[in-house]
């Protein structure tokens, strides 16, 4: 990586927790120039605009988000397991970025606003969603959940609730709701796990 690239960088990981804390419209270009310690022909030397660096800081804060709440999953090799896996790690682990998590901040953001960054946030959903949906489609081919469970309904009742109890917990200041949903996704699990008498409750 040239010193070029690694400026850039710098200067996405420098300015990524500024437009998750504070939003779009609420970081400037000068906010950024400070806490990057450049000019503002150091930022627009590498990148065009404002809008580019938001774009490219929330595509670096939701993979650091990602590959915090992924953790070891792949190294499940139960798809109920893993189900449970990911519910704690989005209910324990703490957000890598600062301002919390950068999916739900970007799409409140970004939803009367932003066309591009609502696009981003919408596509950073998608796959989430995506991914849930086949760990469910696995977990049904390998005999680890029933039959007929309706992979889309299992992923999207997920992503609502610890999105929703996510939102909940940081505005009460407790993590009440996020044990909740925790909770309420453990009785989901019992209902689609396979009768198999191997998993660990």
């Not at 950024?32 to 804060?61: D, N, P, T, W």
């Not at 919408?122 to 039959?147: N, T």
């Not at 309904?153 to 610890?162: E, F, G, Q």
């Not at 009460?172 to 191997?198: M, N, P, Y």
Request: hydrophobic share 40%; net charge negative.
């Amino acid at each position: 990586m040239n010193k070029g690239e690694l400026t850039r960088q710098r200067i996405i990981a420098t300015a990524a927790p500024l437009f998750n804390q504070r939003g779009f419209d609420g970081c400037s270009m000068q906010d950024v120039m400070e806490a990057a310690h450049l000019e503002k022909g150091g930022i627009y030397r590498h990148f065009s605009s404002k809008e580019e660096l938001a774009a490219e800081c929330f595509q670096f804060s939701l993979a650091k988000a990602m590959r915090s709440r992924s953790g070891e999953v792949d190294h499940i090799p139960n798809a109920v397991e893993q189900l449970r896996y990911l519910v704690h790690r989005f209910v324990s682990a703490s957000s890598p970025v600062p301002g919390g998590c950068p999916l739900m901040n970007t799409a409140i953001d970004a939803d009367d606003g932003n066309a591009h960054l609502r696009r981003l946030a919408l596509q950073g959903l998608r796959d989430w969603r995506d991914r849930l949906i086949q760990v469910v489609d696995g977990g049904i081919a390998r005999g680890e959940i029933r039959d007929g469970t309706d992979s889309v309904r299992i992923a999207n009742t997920m992503v609502a609730l610890l999105e929703g109890s996510l939102m909940i917990s940081r505005m009460e200041g407790s993590t009440r709701a996020l044990d909740d949903a925790k909770a309420s996704f453990e009785a989901v699990l019992g209902e689609i796990a396979a009768d198999r008498g191997e998993l660990n409750h």
